[in-house]
């Protein structure tokens, strides 16, 4: 590993000189390198816990809640209705898929919370499938996530934000496309500005936006259940009718499902920053997914008592038609709210997600000044600016869509590796440290569910599933040739050396200086 290999140098203070910072990336000799490093040792004496450069632990039981409920809970919620009806085919059994899509998506966060609390790192799926299926399959879950995965979702997501702020000014007309993007590109720049400046302030920004959340499915559903309290429950007669189910339709009813439950992992991307992670990260888990379970199913059932199957199946925005009904003169509202529930989404990925890269850089999987942090805000600043171009561009061109589907497949597939190599890890290490257990029975049920789930999607849409591979697999041949067995030309080392030293000149980055796991 000598190009994107593990650094052993350290920075001192927040006025390390540009010498010192050229030692911190390799760039001079031994000699000079041991003498900068015994001072450093002396300085580190000096300082006192606030000056040292490190991820704190700031995410209590409270903040980890907010960020799991805060992500799961984005535009899904407001749109996926539609889907799980079409495919279940009737009222009682689109809510029964409802709450099984749930409890499954519970089942996972239950295995995920044994992952975070037997491995003490940051980085989810990503240090999870290092510790127990090794470095090749978790170098292609940082590799997709970071070039097609994260950026597929995160322009999705600031798409459907900039959609629901500008359309309601333009109703009936079509909002322009190029307002749309402009908007979408303010409130990530907002989003990524917030999560470079202070854990502190990205914290605080879920849990409003959490809350802000709340209030919009609150919203939702007190009229719902009052309107039914009131014995409005024409759509509810002859729920379970089957005439319409297909089998080979009904898998797909809980894709769409799933999907708006996911992002139930991410609090596992930032175990090191989360104060008693052994107690906080499973009771935040097992607290924020009740939560949203309940929510959920009570959130369709208020749909389905101000609109009948059929009306519910033509509106593109449920939400916003069910506020047309149960509000009239507030209609207005629902969208504003659900443009502030994707941007708590996004504020979500963009707090997780760099984690996994900032981890995967520090184990020697990319180039190590994204194993680094700002000396003052104590953020992983280069992590973070990774992805906000990245972002940009696929906004700017469109090339969106078929990538979500690539996300889709692949998010799962990893996912199900994870949860294959935690059981793997149990029966050959039954003796490892384990402060959490998922009982064997949801570890296998979820696992296998995970699987089924890759598997239909090579069955129903094989052209784009086998796209999503060939991509997946690119990442091979750059495993061997930049991290296994180092081959690049020396010239291209140096230039890369160049630029790291002064990007981290630029940016004010450093090593941690003391180990967080």
């Known amino acids: 590993m000598l190009f994107w290999g593990k650094h052993q140098g350290k920075s001192g203070k927040d006025s390390e000189t540009e010498k010192s910072l050229r030692c911190q990336i390799g760039i001079y000799g031994h000699s000079e390198m041991d003498g900068t490093q015994i001072m450093k040792e002396d300085d580190k004496k000096e300082k006192t816990e606030e000056e040292v450069v490190h991820l704190r632990r700031e995410i209590g039981l409270l903040p980890a809640a907010c ?12 749109i996926a209705p539609k889907g799980v009806l079409i495919n279940s085919g009737s009222v009682g059994l689109s809510l029964l898929v409802w ?3 749930g409890v499954l998506s519970l089942f996972g966060a239950l295995c995920y919370a044994e992952l975070g609390t037997s491995f003490t790192k940051s980085g989810g799926h990503y240090t999870y499938l290092l510790e127990t ?33 500008v359309e309601p000014f333009f109703a009936p007309c079509a909002a322009p496309t190029v307002l749309i993007k402009l908007v979408s590109i303010l409130g990530l720049t907002f989003v990524v500005a917030v999560n470079c400046w202070s854990v ?3 914290s605080r920004t879920q849990i409003t936006l959490t809350f802000v959340k709340m209030f919009a499915l609150v919203l939702i559903i007190v009229p719902g259940v009052i309107a039914l309290a009131k ?8 729920g379970f009718e089957v005439d319409s189910l297909t089998l080979d339709r009904l898998p797909l009813a809980f894709y769409n499902g799933l999907y708006a439950y996911g992002g139930w992992f991410y609090l596992n991307f930032v175990t090191e920053e989360v104060i008693n ?13 009740v939560t949203v379970t309940v929510c959920y199913v009570l959130v369709n059932v208020a749909y389905y008592t101000m609109m009948t199957p059929a009306e ?3 509106s593109d925005a449920v939400a916003v038609t069910f506020a047309n009904r149960a509000f009239e003169g507030m209609a207005s509202v629902i969208p504003f709210l659900v443009a502030l529930s994707c941007l708590g989404a996004l504020n979500g990925g963009f707090f997780g997600s760099p984690r996994m890269l900032f981890v995967g850089a520090r184990e020697g999987h990319w180039p190590p000044i994204f194993s680094m942090i700002h000396i003052r805000r104590h953020t992983p600043l280069p992590a973070v600016l990774l992805l906000y171009p990245l972002v940009v561009v696929m906004l700017i061109t469109g090339e969106l869509y078929q990538l979500i589907n690539f996300a889709s497949f692949a998010r799962w597939f990893f996912i199900a590796l994870a949860t294959l190599g935690m059981l793997i890890h149990r029966y050959r290490f039954p003796l490892h440290p384990r402060p959490f257990k998922v009982p064997l029975v949801i570890a296998v049920t979820f696992t296998v569910v995970c699987f089924f789930i890759v598997g239909l999607s090579l069955y129903s849409d094989p052209w784009n599933t086998g796209r999503s591979c060939a991509l997946t697999l690119t990442g091979v041949p750059v495993y061997y040739v930049t991290v296994y067995r180092f081959r690049l030309p020396h010239r291209w080392r140096r230039i ?12 004010e980055v450093t090593q941690q200086e003391v180990q967080t796991y």
């Open 67 to 78: 960020f799991i409920i805060g992500t799961v809970v984005g535009s899904g919620i407001f």
């Open 99 to 101: 709450a099984l899509c």
């Open 133 to 165: 299926l090794g470095p090749l399959p978790a170098f292609l879950r940082l590799w997709v996530e970071f070039l097609f995965i994260r950026p597929a979702v995160a322009s999705y997501v600031s798409l459907a934000f900039g959609r629901y702020v």
């Open 200 to 202: 502190t302030w990205a």
């Open 231 to 238: 014995g409005k429950t024409e759509n509810f007669q002859n």
């Open 277 to 289: 992670p052994n107690r906080n990260i499973p009771l935040a888990i097992i607290c924020s997914m």
């Open 312 to 314: 519910l199946l033509l």
């Open 496 to 507: 890369f050396n160049y630029c790291s030293m002064h990007l981290q000149i630029l940016l």
